[in-house]
């Protein structure tokens, strides 16, 4: 009887440990949490932020510029510095065949002028009569060096006549590269002044160098039927040296480093989506991607760090 007794309290102090331990257990115990969040819509969330969301409107004022994935020639090039010179073979100088005192003026520095045309006037010392200077080819007045009134000598210039429909661009070729150099070279010069490069080919290498740069001269002919090239201002240019082509390439600065992993930020719809690319031959300009676009896939080819500042400020308003 004595056993069954303490058997029986035994049962009764368990039920009532049991019973408290259940009072004391949060009410959510076993419930969904609040607004149905679960660790998937969590995961699905911080997928989603893994993208910018950005109108036309938006991405034009940010500066970001839209490109086509596909097809491309990587050009091996070497970068050499040059100067804008008049085509020396297309200007000629005006020189005064008798001494005398100038007395008309016709032209001036920047004046553009026609085969014949009346540059001035001069009277020589030796006659007393007057003879006419003309311009002995089509082109752009350059340099004048007489006025109104002034004694013209023939053993100076008074004119200077270049037609710039084509200009030279020397550039300085290094000495340790003069050997990868060859006439006919295709050249892509650029003129620093916000437009397009400006095909040309190596016409000529000089065959003495520079005993103050090490350098030697390489020289292109450049058309510029639209006077767009000055003579004497500075310009870059890429000697291209080879030529392979690829698949599918994009420009060098739509690439980012984007959680430690090279991409590039993909149009879909409104979005720019970060795709992982797998990077091979480059060139001054473009990258070859191996792997991660197709052809035909639109991208962020300037200015795509705006995207991945968008995304990391988003990424970091939501873990907080």
């Known amino acids: 009887m004595k056993l069954f007794m303490r058997y029986a309290i035994f049962c009764l102090m368990l039920a009532a440990i049991g019973y408290g331990a259940f009072q004391i257990l949060p009410a959510t115990f076993g419930k969904a949490p609040a607004g149905g969040h679960g660790h998937g819509e969590e995961e699905g969330h911080a997928h989603g932020a893994e993208a910018a969301t950005m109108s036309d409107a938006k991405a034009a004022a940010a500066g970001i510029t839209l ?3 596909g097809p491309s020639t990587l050009r091996q090039a070497l970068r050499v510095n040059g100067i804008l010179q008049p085509n020396q073979e297309a200007m000629a100088q005006v020189t005064p065949r008798f001494p005398g005192i100038v007395r008309d003026v016709r032209k001036r520095v920047g004046d553009h002028v026609a085969k014949g045309d009346l540059l001035a006037t001069v009277e020589s010392n030796q006659s007393l ?3 006419e200077l003309k311009a002995p080819l089509a ?4 340099d004048r060096q007489v006025s109104l009134g002034e004694y013209a000598s023939e053993q100076k210039p008074a004119f200077v006549v270049a037609d710039l429909s084509t200009v030279w661009a020397d ?9 990868r150099v060859k006439v006919g070279d295709r050249v892509v010069i650029d003129p620093d002044d916000g437009g397009d490069p400006v095909d040309a080919t190596v016409a000529y290498l000089s065959p003495v160098g520079a005993s103050e740069t090490q350098s030697a001269l390489a020289r ?4 510029n039927a639209d ?7 500075f310009v870059t240019g890429r000697v291209l040296l080879a030529e392979t082509p690829v698949d599918i390439a994009v ?5 980012q480093s984007f959680e430690n992993r090279p991409v590039v930020f993909v ?11 797998e990077l091979g031959q480059r060139d001054g300009d473009r990258v070859e991607i191996l792997f991660g676009l197709e052809a035909g896939d639109t991208y962020a080819a300037r200015n795509s760090f705006v995207i991945k500042a968008d995304i990391a400020k988003s990424t970091a308003a939501h873990e907080h």
């Not at 149009?267 to 690319?277: I, S």
Request: glycine share 8%; charged share 30%.
């Open 67 to 69: 490109e086509t994935a």
């Open 171 to 179: 550039f300085s070729v290094p000495r340790q590269d003069l050997k």
């Open 267 to 277: 149009r879909n719809g409104d979005k720019f989506e970060p795709r992982d690319v």
């Open 220 to 223: 292109a002919v450049v058309p």
């Open 227 to 233: 006077g767009r090239l000055r003579p004497g201002m």
């Open 251 to 255: 420009k060098l600065d739509a690439v």
């Open 139 to 142: 082109g752009t007045v350059l």
């Open 129 to 131: 009569t007057s003879y």
